[in-house]
């Protein structure tokens, strides 16, 4: 059988290399030059930049993609984060941002620096949701909670995780999404920095496709999915015409649709998927990456920082990989979640950004070297958390892949690679 994969990010080298394996001849189309989408390394005067990814697995080397990598062959190595996050609070309870000082607490502490009264409402409300004793109606997390607790570092907290780990509020997941990524921290563990940074699973994906007999073409933008009678016969790239058996697009379900033949709109089923399609947004961020000449972080693990004006978390990556740095020299990567309504203002978001900066590493001065907005066609996530409705299409051989069709509970590339997961399932059915 013939595959063909439009788009060579994560999600469709990952659906690639399992549908090389499985005995399918597969060509990947790629329409830039380079190989990756936003998981590539960029590098810029030693330092292993990244067109998206943090260079960290958010469950480390036992998380779902790390399991799909080495079931696949590949040859990759990630190095796990120990503690895996701290959170940074000001040393005055009663203060709202870092002026005054602060503290890097373990994550595992947080509560113990909660009023007891809070406490004990979290530790009841997470038994009653597990023992489905309280049954949240489709609300979102934050408006879910604050019905039984109102605590600002709670809140806080809760944004920060949020805005680190999937570009949203804690008002943006719902509740469902929100304790299905809990569970799955629980059971695969924290996370973990892949030694050379992103660039290395990708180099190792393609290796595998390519020893497959598969190939992986840059430059080739698929303009047309070609359907006849009801099913994916093939694609269009500028003139050529290819054809084959099965179809797995690594651009989500809108992106998809755009290039699909009109044929799909007389397709059954066609009004209810484009209601579901009106239902995705793609969420956007801004990331700071800066260098310094001491580790400013002690781990490789996460630092949230709930009390910034926009910074959610950072990591310094060099912790775990020192080559991702110049010797001598440490990288660190901030994250912030940006809201939709604000991306006409970036500048000022950035400008929060960096006056963040200067709260969190007083009296240092950081070398900015990249300040990237990720937004629209090159999101943080192609669908909000929990907004995902699967791989299937109206087309029984076209499939989607990647940050558009994640699996639930799964945070970015843990959760595509849960999806790519289901795709397989599906296309053996
Ligand atoms: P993409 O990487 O976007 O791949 C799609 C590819 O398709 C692209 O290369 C594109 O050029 C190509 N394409 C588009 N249209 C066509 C066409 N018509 N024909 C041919 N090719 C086409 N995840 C983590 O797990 N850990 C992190 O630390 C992390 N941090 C992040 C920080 C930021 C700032 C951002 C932006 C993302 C982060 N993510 C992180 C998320 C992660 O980077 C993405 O979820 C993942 O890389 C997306 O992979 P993908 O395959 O779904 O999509």
Not at 52 to 62: E, F, K, Q, V, Y
Not at 129 to 142: Q, S, V
Request: aromatic content about 8%; charged content about 20%.
């Amino acid at each position: 059988p013939t595959a063909i994969v439009i788009g060579a990010g994560l999600g469709g080298l990952l659906a690639a290399a399992h549908l090389s394996k499985k005995g399918y001849q597969v060509d990947v189309y790629e329409r830039l030059a380079l190989i990756g989408g936003r998981f590539m390394n960029i590098e810029y005067q030693g330092y292993q930049l990244s067109t998206g990814a943090l260079h960290m697995l958010p469950h480390g080397n036992s998380g779902p993609l790390a399991n799909m990598l080495f079931a696949l062959g590949a040859d990759v190595t990630v190095i796990p984060s120990i503690p895996m996050a701290t959170v940074r609070i000001p040393k005055n309870v009663n203060d709202t941002d870092y002026t005054n000082g602060f503290m890097d607490i373990p994550h595992v502490e947080f509560k113990k620096h909660l009023k007891a009264k809070n406490k004990l409402m979290m530790i009841l409300l997470t038994f009653g949701y597990k023992a489905r004793l309280i049954r949240p109606k489709n609300e979102k997390f934050k408006t879910w909670y604050s019905q039984y607790i109102q605590d600002d570092r709670i809140d806080r907290c809760a944004d920060s995780f949020a805005g680190w780990a999937l570009s949203t509020t804690a008002d943006e997941v719902s509740t469902e999404e929100m304790f299905a990524i809990f569970d799955n921290v629980y059971k695969y563990g924290g996370p973990g920095i892949v030694v050379g940074g992103c660039q290395s699973i990708i180099d190792e994906l393609v290796r595998i496709i390519r020893e497959n007999g598969g190939n992986v073409h840059a430059k080739k933008e698929v303009t047309k999915i070609i359907v006849n009678d009801g099913k994916a016969a093939g694609v269009a790239i500028g003139n050529d015409e290819i054809y084959a058996d099965l179809i797995v697009s690594d651009i989500g379900h809108a992106e998809t649709w755009e290039i699909c033949d009109p044929e799909m709109a007389t397709l059954p089923g066609y009004d209810v998927y484009m209601e579901k399609l009106k239902s995705i947004e793609p969420s956007a961020g801004l990331k700071i990456c800066f260098a310094i000449d001491e580790p400013m972080i002690t781990h490789g693990g996460v630092l949230l920082t709930p009390y910034t004006r926009r910074i959610n978390g950072m990591n310094e990556v060099t912790n775990a990989d020192p080559n991702l740095a110049p010797p001598g020299k440490h990288l660190v990567m901030a994250h912030q979640r940006t809201a939709l309504d604000r991306l006409d203002k970036i500048e000022e978001e950035i400008d929060l950004g960096l006056a963040d900066l200067k709260d969190l590493f007083p009296g240092k001065t950081p070398e900015i070297l990249m300040i990237q907005v990720h937004h629209g066609k090159w999101p943080v996530n192609r669908a909000f958390s929990g907004q995902d409705f699967g791989n299937k299409t109206l087309i029984s051989n076209l499939f989607i892949v990647g940050d558009g069709a994640k699996g639930q509970g799964g945070i970015e590339v843990e959760g595509i690679a849960l999806g790519v997961e289901n795709a397989m399932k599906d296309i053996a059915d």
